[in-house]
């Protein structure tokens, strides 16, 4: 105990005294240049906690695998699951306050909505869940939960030095790419998925930090993490351009499919979040139903990515084995059936994982499925005598392009894919197959499956950058709360007495309780209020025009375009129903033009 104790004190003076070295650097070398160290210190902390994920992860893989062969036992794979399940609910229940954040989403929201902040516990809370959850063989990706711990590190570092606004949100993105560099081995994919999914407008000199960043996540897990651990691919791709309209199939089959899985999980996960039970019992409820479907499809335990090389390589008969199937290996057709059934359900898994507590992302099924359906494309027209298809090529373009589709990041998905086949063979294809998946993603699915949720709601940047803008100024922070108001037990006298004596230019009407009736305004009854006969003989009610509301919850894009639509100057702000100010056109502009200056990074 005394050793543990005594090591952790070292631990602790190392990092003071490293942290020392770094505001002394920072007070004798320029903004710039302390921001660039910084980045390679956030680089390697993303990298040593991908190296640490990826590690757990695989090794629990290889036990499972290895259980199986020895024992032969088609039910142990389906154990771990709930395993790692349940042990994610309780850490999250008894340390981290019952609750935790996940997906991409929530990087998004930190620079829409908190100006880059990240809580402390995000940069080891998940490592820990997300560690059990998929580590145990939950069905999802540990690349959301990198990303998120990558921009916890970005952010708490700039936290720590007090860097600014745009300088905390860059540092923020480079953990994020610095993370999916370390993941796959592919520095260039790391700074596109950063620019791609969470900065909406950045100048070009931001790439300089973020290629770094990215640059020295590659380079630690290069050193550091096991080929085998990653996804690679070391064959020598080559591109048939009479191959063009089957990659164009690809790319149609891959646009449908990224609307059903995104469509598909949503539901499965709201089903298995939403069972009427306790914490625990829903766990148990929703791991169980996993576990039984890795019982008949072993390769949804985990990430999967075994399965995708073994599909790659053209051995899909492998992706059979420990199943009740195993005997028809040598059946092409039900080994495509198989295939088939497994990519469909895949999207159940992953919203069974999540929805029933555990932690993860889509990052790596949306990579999995997209293997799936290449093969499945390829082999089905092998296996009608159409024509012989490169299995591995279209297995791998497949890859790119569902993930284009789901994420709406095209660029991404094309660079990820070209690293990590280790070459830029297969160029023409991805372009082709990320293309028209991201198309006709895009037209039936505005938003990204990450953010679909949220991102009508303001929480999130978007591709439209005034509706961004608007969407960081909040209603709390630009309303007024001085309006004069009156009720209809007041008389029009009393209308022209406010008028009269304050500046403003329309009346709330209200009930004893606060709730908007109506509004007044000067223009509507000026004629009324300089006649002593209309003034005498006319009622509040009758003059009332009907308000329109803003909920101070609801973002400033939605209060302005109400107040566009409308021709009007102002709109009410109401919460719980009852009123509390109001927003003017002018002073939402005001911040508006603030905000512009201030949100581009540079």
């Given at each position: 105990?005394?050793?543990?104790?005594?090591k952790?004190?070292?631990?602790?003076?190392?990092?003071?005294?490293?942290?020392?070295?770094?505001?002394?650097?920072?007070?004798?070398?320029?903004?710039?240049?302390?921001?660039?160290?910084?980045?390679?210190?956030?680089?390697?902390?993303?990298?040593?906690?991908?190296?640490?994920?990826?590690?757990?992860?695989?090794?629990?893989?290889?036990?499972?695998?290895?259980?199986?062969?020895?024992?032969?036992?088609?039910?142990?794979?389906?154990?771990?699951p709930?395993?790692?399940?349940?042990?994610?609910?309780?850490?999250?229940?008894?340390?981290?306050?019952?609750s935790?954040?996940?997906?991409?989403?929530?990087?998004?929201?930190?620079?829409?909505?908190?100006?880059?902040?990240?809580?402390?516990?995000?940069?080891?809370?998940?490592?820990?869940?997300?560690?059990?959850?998929?580590?145990?063989?939950?069905?999802?990706?540990?690349?959301?939960?990198?990303?998120?711990?990558?921009?916890?590190?970005?952010?708490?570092?700039?936290?720590?030095?007090?860097?600014?606004?745009?300088?905390?949100?860059?540092?923020?993105?480079?953990?994020?790419?610095?993370?999916?560099?370390?993941?796959?081995?592919?520095?260039?994919?790391?700074v596109?998925f950063?620019?791609?999914?969470?900065?909406?407008?950045?100048?070009?000199?931001?790439?300089?930090?973020?290629?770094?960043?990215?640059?020295?996540?590659?380079?630690?897990?290069?050193?550091?993490?096991?080929?085998?651990?990653?996804?690679?691919?070391?064959?020598?791709?080559?591109?048939d351009?009479?191959?063009?309209?089957?990659?164009?199939?690809?790319?149609?089959?891959?646009?449908?499919?990224?609307i059903?899985?995104a469509?598909?999980?949503?539901?499965?996960?709201?089903?298995?979040?939403?069972?009427?039970?306790?914490?625990?019992?829903?766990a148990?409820?929703?791991?169980?139903?996993?576990?039984?479907?890795?019982?008949?499809?072993?390769?949804?335990?985990?990430?999967?990515?075994?399965?995708?090389?073994?599909?790659?390589?053209?051995?899909?008969?492998?992706?059979?084995?420990?199943?009740?199937?195993?005997?028809?290996?040598?059946?092409?057709?039900?080994?495509?059936?198989?295939?088939?059934?497994t990519?469909?359900?895949?999207?159940?898994?992953?919203?069974?994982?999540?929805?029933?507590?555990?932690?993860?992302?889509?990052?790596?099924?949306?990579?999995?499925?997209?293997?799936?359906?290449?093969?499945?494309?390829?082999?089905?027209?092998?296996?009608?005598?159409?024509?012989?298809?490169?299995?591995?090529?279209?297995?791998?373009?497949?890859?790119?392009?569902?993930?284009?589709?789901?994420?709406?990041?095209?660029?991404?998905?094309?660079?990820?894919?070209?690293?990590?086949?280790?070459?830029?063979?297969?160029?023409?294809?991805?372009?082709?197959?990320?293309?028209?998946?991201?198309?006709?993603?895009k037209?039936?699915?505005?938003?990204?499956?990450?953010?679909?949720?949220?991102a009508?709601?303001?929480?999130?940047?978007?591709?439209?950058?005034?509706?961004?803008?608007?969407?960081?100024?909040?209603?709390?922070?630009?309303?007024?709360?001085?309006?004069?108001?009156?009720?209809?037990?007041?008389?029009?006298?009393?209308?022209?007495?406010?008028?009269?004596?304050?500046?403003?230019t329309?009346?709330?009407?209200?009930?004893?309780?606060?709730?908007?009736l109506?509004?007044?305004?000067?223009?509507?009854?000026?004629?009324?209020?300089?006649?002593?006969?209309?003034?005498?003989?006319?009622?509040?009610?009758?003059?009332?025009?009907?308000?329109?509301l803003?909920?101070?919850?609801?973002?400033?894009?939605?209060?302005?375009?109400?107040?566009?639509?409308?021709?009007?100057?102002?709109?009410?702000?109401?919460?719980?129903?009852?009123?509390?100010?109001?927003?003017?056109?002018?002073?939402?502009?005001?911040?508006?033009?603030?905000?512009?200056?201030?949100?581009?990074?540079?």
């Amino acid at each position: 105990m005394d050793a543990a104790k005594n090591k952790k004190y070292r631990f602790k003076k190392a990092f003071r005294y490293l942290e020392g070295i770094l505001y002394l650097l920072k007070t004798i070398i320029s903004d710039r240049q302390f921001l660039y160290i910084s980045c390679v210190l956030v680089g390697i902390s993303s990298a040593l906690a991908v190296i640490l994920l990826k590690s757990f992860a695989h090794s629990v893989f290889k036990l499972a695998t290895y259980l199986d062969t020895i024992y032969k036992l088609p039910f142990s794979n389906s154990i771990f699951p709930v395993i790692g399940i349940l042990l994610t609910v309780f850490v999250i229940k008894k340390f981290l306050e019952g609750s935790i954040e996940k997906g991409t989403s929530q990087i998004m929201i930190a620079v829409a909505k908190k100006s880059g902040y990240m809580p402390k516990k995000q940069m080891y809370a998940q490592i820990i869940t997300s560690s059990l959850t998929v580590g145990l063989g939950g069905s999802a990706g540990l690349e959301s939960p990198i990303t998120i711990t990558g921009a916890a590190f970005g952010s708490n570092f700039a936290q720590n030095f007090r860097f600014n606004y745009k300088d905390r949100t860059l540092l923020l993105a480079c953990g994020v790419a610095s993370g999916i560099a370390a993941a796959f081995n592919a520095p260039i994919a790391g700074v596109l998925f950063a620019i791609e999914v969470i900065i909406a407008d950045m100048s070009v000199t931001a790439f300089i930090p973020l290629m770094i960043s990215s640059a020295t996540g590659a380079i630690v897990s290069a050193v550091v993490l096991k080929e085998s651990i990653i996804l690679n691919f070391k064959s020598q791709f080559t591109f048939d351009y009479s191959n063009i309209g089957y990659y164009a199939l690809v790319g149609v089959a891959a646009g449908f499919f990224s609307i059903y899985h995104a469509r598909m999980f949503r539901k499965v996960e709201h089903f298995a979040a939403n069972l009427p039970f306790g914490t625990y019992r829903k766990a148990l409820i929703g791991a169980s139903m996993l576990a039984i479907l890795i019982f008949l499809f072993p390769t949804l335990f985990g990430e999967g990515y075994e399965s995708i090389k073994s599909l790659a390589n053209n051995n899909a008969a492998d992706i059979l084995e420990n199943s009740l199937l195993e005997k028809f290996r040598k059946n092409p057709w039900i080994v495509l059936a198989f295939v088939g059934l497994t990519a469909f359900i895949k999207s159940i898994a992953t919203g069974l994982t999540l929805g029933s507590g555990g932690n993860g992302g889509n990052f790596a099924p949306s990579l999995f499925v997209g293997s799936y359906l290449g093969y499945m494309v390829a082999k089905f027209i092998e296996l009608i005598g159409l024509k012989k298809l490169p299995i591995e090529n279209f297995t791998v373009v497949g890859m790119a392009a569902v993930l284009s589709g789901l994420f709406h990041a095209p660029l991404t998905a094309i660079f990820l894919i070209a690293e990590i086949t280790g070459g830029y063979g297969l160029m023409v294809p991805l372009l082709i197959v990320s293309s028209i998946s991201f198309a006709i993603s895009k037209r039936y699915d505005k938003y990204s499956m990450d953010i679909f949720t949220i991102a009508d709601k303001g929480l999130v940047f978007t591709s439209d950058k005034d509706k961004n803008i608007l969407n960081k100024i909040e209603l709390h922070n630009i309303y007024s709360n001085d309006a004069e108001v009156l009720t209809t037990e007041n008389s029009m006298y009393d209308v022209k007495n406010l008028f009269l004596t304050t500046s403003q230019t329309f009346i709330p009407i209200i009930n004893v309780e606060r709730n908007v009736l109506g509004v007044i305004y000067l223009n509507d009854v000026r004629s009324i209020l300089f006649n002593t006969y209309k003034l005498s003989s006319t009622f509040i009610e009758t003059e009332m025009k009907p308000a329109f509301l803003v909920s101070l919850s609801e973002n400033t894009g939605n209060a302005l375009q109400l107040i566009d639509e409308n021709n009007l100057s102002e709109i009410l702000v109401t919460q719980q129903d009852k009123l509390i100010g109001y927003v003017t056109k002018v002073k939402i502009l005001e911040v508006y033009r603030e905000n512009l200056k201030n949100l581009r990074i540079e």
